[in-house]
T-cell receptor, first 114, second 113 residues
């Protein structure tokens, strides 16, 4: 079992609303990456935070935003929710000096947009 | 554009036999490749990886092969066990984009008794 937790586990929202998802990082890790996994697809990279700064972004619109806190936990915020935002949102905790093999994923937050 | 492709959405194999999962990529900047295993209601868990400077890496029952010229990698599981039933994802990372993984769509493996 990893030390990466995500909350909430499940969430139901309606179109146009805003949502905040949370992720704790593994002890000793300073990098958090967020991924969106739509049904039947692989995870898609949203963005990465390293030492509280955004460090790379995938092909997602600006209404997807994030934060990383001094304890390296992180939030993903999505504004103006659309039906296509329904997906499993995964965060991954890592540390550059420990290598990608020690990147750990949380269990995910299942977001449903109605 | 899909830079990492897993063209087999599913694979059924008998217990004790070999499972072979395939993955193709298009971006020549990828220099590190990983396989993840995912059970329902859990996040992906790391299985095995390979650097682009190698062509093979083994860890117990799992072996990953990399053919750089063909931009192809495969995961062999020998022997397959019922607990191996899961979705397997291939992922790739480029040196200049550390930790920003590109995933394939996954292959659902079912190991039958």
């Amino acid at each position: 079992e990893t030390g990466v937790t995500q909350s909430p586990t499940h969430l139901i929202k309606t179109r146009g609303q805003q949502v905040t998802l949370r992720c704790s990082s593994q002890s000793g890790h300073n990098t958090v990456s967020w991924y969106q996994q739509a049904l039947g697809q692989g995870p898609q990279f949203i963005f990465q935070y390293y030492r509280e700064e955004e460090n790379g972004r995938g092909n997602f619109p600006p209404r997807f935003s994030g934060l990383q806190f001094p304890n390296y936990s992180s939030e993903l915020n999505v504004n103006a929710l659309e039906l296509d935002d329904s997906a499993l949102y995964l965060c991954a905790s890592s540390s550059r000096d420990r290598g990608l093999d020690t990147q750990y994923f949380g269990p995910g937050t299942r977001l449903t947009v109605l | 554009d899909q830079q990492v492709k897993q063209n087999s959405p599913s694979l059924s194999v008998q217990e004790g036999r070999i499972s072979i999962l395939n993955c193709d990529y298009t971006n020549s900047m990828f220099d590190y490749f990983l396989w993840y295993k995912k059970y329902p209601a859990e996040g992906p868990t790391f299985l095995i990886s390979i650097s682009s400077i190698k062509d093979k890496n083994e860890d117990g029952r799992f072996t990953v092969f990399l053919n750089k010229s063909a931009k192809h990698l495969s995961l062999h599981i020998v022997p397959s066990q019922p607990g191996d039933s899961a979705v397997y994802f291939c992922a790739a990372s480029a040196k200049m984009r550390w930790g920003k993984l590109q995933f394939g769509a996954g292959t659902q493996v079912v190991v039958t008794p």
